[in-house]
């Protein structure tokens, strides 16, 4: 059983939630929406799971004494019942369809009773015409769900960073005492993850004792000094140095893509040296490699940092700034593009503007949906000049905020305000948030019109994608990332580990021609965290805090947007 995190417990609610929904709720047609509007509800409380726990989940608005119960339960023991009980009710097959996009409990269950009962078997009724045949469906919708679940099924065997990060974390929690460190595709911040990897120095003795009632199956892995098993479904390693000797050459080996792995062996062959997670050996004899520069030393070869070890860094990365001059979290002062209830947010813009200095950093700017988001409660232009009114009492009480708007880019490129309602802010955030299935060269207009327009301060989400469960839109990234360079245009790392875009490798490619700002989209106080992520990703691209827009201070960012706008 992992750690119980808030995160945990409210993706518990909203699943149950659907099961409940795709299973019908008898008598009680209520019931889903009340799971649904608890979590909700907790994702808006700024206590974490201990705290909450205390109070035995009481006080919270929505959360009614019996879910309290179950979520006290679930907290103590890593079972929630209510999502146990509705899920033994489904085959596994079933569930999976909720990995397809655009399908809701609804559709699963339309497809559920035509016998379409697993991906595979929608992959072949998308292709055979028995969903174009179903009603409620039709031709357009099976080609759409063809598209949709080919990429489910491609990406099954991996998890988002946040997972793994979350699960490697715990893991070496557990695991305090032998120097536990995160390996492998989260220590290099991939924004996919397929296993969760940590190393050690110990005994397989000694992983096996603080980990047997933690990771399900865990087994060693002959002739590897590795153990693999899983938290709640995530693929994990454990490698283990028996001696602090060998160290070093283990996190190396455990520590790059295989092409970097590969290159090391071969490098060390070449030099008379025989190199594996055992150790670095010459002559059959364990040299001694307690860190990975004492290892590269040994092998007269350079030691390229973690986040450089990807086949993407190989022609450009000793040109690359080393890790210490990398942009930090703690670097980020100013936290744009959030959201409040304003819109679709859980929280008042105070709150989230408190939570934000909390974590140490100087101001938030809003960043509100706009009016053509109806499905996200869009401000119309007299809810924002409402909104402005209430962020200009903030700002002369003291409050840290700067007013801005995440601005639907609309289907010809234009903005969903008017350009007198846009000056009005204080910086623009521009969105794509519909028509995803527009052709490139389409999309790729839409997107450098948008890119262009004199009040546009950051372009959002540049490519719509949702990591493992939809692909970016079809576009030419290039030419829009050229408009945003021409335009002074800054470009956003969206930081939501589900979003991660733009992806690292356009960042490292422009990394010298464009601005970017890292930004949270946080709809709730907690979302603010998220800004680790996105500064993986930055660090991944070689990104420093000169790289980043809101790494300046309130003032000096609105002196940023001042000159922008004048300069174009």
């Known amino acids: 059983m992992s750690e119980i995190t808030k995160k945990s417990l409210v993706g518990a609610l909203k699943t149950t939630a659907d099961l409940l929904d795709l299973l019908g709720v008898g008598d009680d047609p209520f019931r889903a929406q009340a799971f649904r509007s608890a979590a909700r509800s907790l994702e808006s409380v700024q206590d974490e799971v201990e705290a909450l726990a205390m109070r035995e989940f009481a006080g919270i608005p929505k959360v009614g004494k019996a879910i309290a119960t179950d979520l006290l339960a679930y907290a103590q023991s890593g079972v929630f019942g209510p999502l146990e009980d509705a899920a ?92 536990p460190e995160i390996a492998g595709d989260v220590r290099r911040g991939l924004d996919t993850v397929r296993v969760a990897r940590v190393t050690v120095t110990g005994t397989p003795a000694q992983v096996q004792e603080r980990l047997s009632s933690v990771v399900e199956g865990l087994a060693p892995v002959d002739p590897k000094p590795l153990f693999a098993g899983r938290v709640d479904g995530v693929p994990v390693e454990i490698a283990y140095a028996p001696t602090p000797g060998i160290r070093g050459a283990l996190d190396l080996m455990m520590g790059g893509s295989t092409a970097y792995r590969e290159s090391l062996r071969e490098g060390a062959k070449a030099k008379g ?41 190989d022609a450009l990365w000793d040109t690359l700034p080393p890790p210490d001059q990398l942009v930090k979290v703690s670097d980020l002062r100013g936290m744009l593009h959030t959201h409040s209830t304003w819109s679709d947010g859980a929280s008042s813009i105070a709150d989230m503007a408190a939570e934000t200095v909390r974590l140490g950093h100087d101001f938030l700017g809003t960043g509100d949906h706009s009016r053509a988001a109806h499905y996200a409660n869009g401000l119309s232009i007299e809810r924002l000049h409402a909104q402005l009114k209430e962020v200009r009492e903030l700002q002369a009480a003291g409050v840290p905020v700067v007013a801005g708007a995440e601005v ?28 995803f299935t527009l052709d490139a060269a389409r999309q790729t207009e839409r997107l ?41 245009t800054v470009v956003e790392i969206n930081a939501n580990a589900y979003r991660l875009d733009i992806d690292w490798r356009v960042a490292l490619t422009w990394r010298d021609r464009v601005t970017f700002a890292i930004n949270t989209d946080a709809h709730v106080p907690g979302g603010l965290k998220d800004s680790k992520y996105g500064v993986l990703v930055a660090r991944k691209a070689g990104l420093t805090s000169q790289h980043v827009v809101n790494t300046l201070g309130q003032g000096a960012f609105l002196e940023f947007v001042r000159n922008q706008r004048a300069g174009r």
């Open 273 to 313: 040296f025989d190199f594996s997670g055992r150790g670095l050996k010459r002559d059959g004899a364990v040299l001694d490699t307690p860190t990975e520069a004492d290892a590269m030393r040994l092998l007269d070869l350079p030691l390229r940092p973690a986040e450089y070890r990807d086949p993407e860094h």
């Open 88 to 179: 033994s009710l489904i085959p596994a097959g079933v569930l999976s369809l909720f990995r397809v996009r655009g399908l809701g409990p609804k559709k699963i269950r339309a497809l559920w009773d035509a016998g379409i009962d697993s991906l595979e078997v929608l992959r072949e009724a998308c292709r055979d015409g028995r969903v174009a045949g179903l009603k409620g469906f039709g031709a357009k919708s099976a080609a759409s769900f063809l598209e949709a679940v080919e990429f489910a099924l491609s990406a099954q065997e991996r998890q988002h960073l946040s997972t793994a990060l979350e699960v490697a974390e715990g893991l070496c929690r557990r695991l305090e005492g032998l120097s």
């Open 448 to 488: 450098i019109r948008a890119a262009s327009h004199p009040l546009v301060t950051i372009l959002g989400h540049p490519t719509g994608r949702l990591l493992l469960r939809r692909p970016g839109y079809a576009l030419d990234m290039n030419a829009v990332m050229n408009a945003c360079a021409a335009n002074g």
């Open 408 to 435: 639907d880019i609309l289907d010809d490129g234009s903005l969903d305000y008017p350009d007198d309602v846009l000056a009005e802010l204080e910086y623009v955030v521009a969105s794509v948030h519909s028509l």
